[in-house]
């Protein structure tokens, strides 16, 4: 079993659709949580960052975090074609190394 | 946000040689840099974490004589792949963590082909 899963997608919205982006992880250790947005060809943009379990709103991205559940969220509200991208969440314990999702590719059709 | 460049963005090479991807802190001094590979439609895969100053940590798996990282300075990291073969052939990517250690910033990868 992976430590993180993450659906791999590809996942199609119309433009201004909400998405909705997820992760499960396995180690109830994981302490800090990201989510990445990548450009095909580019390094990872780093988005969100959150500790605690609830909401964190940036915009139009807001980060989920449930731990109880081991599940993470990601919503993108009024989805623009921008943003068609690959998604990774990533996590780590509180030290350096970053345990990554395999990455949700988005596709925002205009 | 912090600024974490590479060089060169995209190399060719051939089969047994030695190639060399810088990667820099533009407007941050970072005392630990990360080295990833990630393979078509894979996720990140940590190679190495480096310190400035001393031996970098090499995750199982990846050969450290290899794949030579040098961390010679608080702004510039290096990663060697020694040998090339077509199986190197992937995207390399590093992240800087500032000194404040808040979230870790990644540079623009590189994508090396190996003939």
């Known amino acids: 079993q992976k430590e993180v899963e993450q659906d791999p997608g590809p996942l199609s919205v119309p433009e201004g659709a909400i998405v909705s982006l997820n992760c499960t992880y396995s180690?109830?250790?994981?302490?800090?949580f990201m989510w990445y947005r990548q450009y095909s060809r580019k390094g990872p943009e780093l988005l969100m960052y959150?500790?605690?379990?609830g909401n964190k709103e940036d915009g139009r991205f807001t980060a989920q975090v449930d731990k109880s559940s081991k599940y993470i969220s990601l919503f993108i509200r009024d989805s623009q074609p921008s943003d068609s991208a690959t998604y990774l969440c990533?996590?780590?314990?509180?030290?350096?190394?970053?345990?990554f999702g395999t990455g949700t590719r988005l596709t925002i059709i205009p | 946000g912090a600024v974490v460049s590479q060089h060169p963005s995209w190399v060719i090479c051939k089969s047994g040689t030695s190639v060399k991807i810088e990667c820099r802190s533009l407007?941050?001094?970072?005392?630990?840099m990360f080295w990833y590979r990630q393979f078509p439609k894979q996720s990140l895969m940590l190679m190495a974490t480096?310190?400035?100053?001393?031996?970098?940590?090499?995750e199982q798996g990846v050969e450290k004589d290899k794949f030579l990282i040098n961390h010679a300075s608080l702004t510039l990291s290096t990663l060697t792949v020694t040998s090339a073969h077509p199986e190197d052939s992937s995207f390399y990517i590093c992240?800087?963590?500032?000194?404040?250690?808040?979230?870790?910033?990644f540079g623009p990868g590189t994508r090396l082909t190996v003939l």
């Open positions: 959150t500790y605690s379990s």
């Open positions: 992240s800087a963590r500032t000194y404040q250690g808040t979230g870790k910033y």
């Open positions: 480096s310190n400035e100053g001393s031996k970098a940590t090499y």
């Open positions: 990533a996590m780590n314990f509180g030290n350096e190394k970053l345990t």
């Open positions: 180690n109830s250790a994981f302490q800090y």
């Open positions: 407007d941050f001094q970072a005392t630990t």
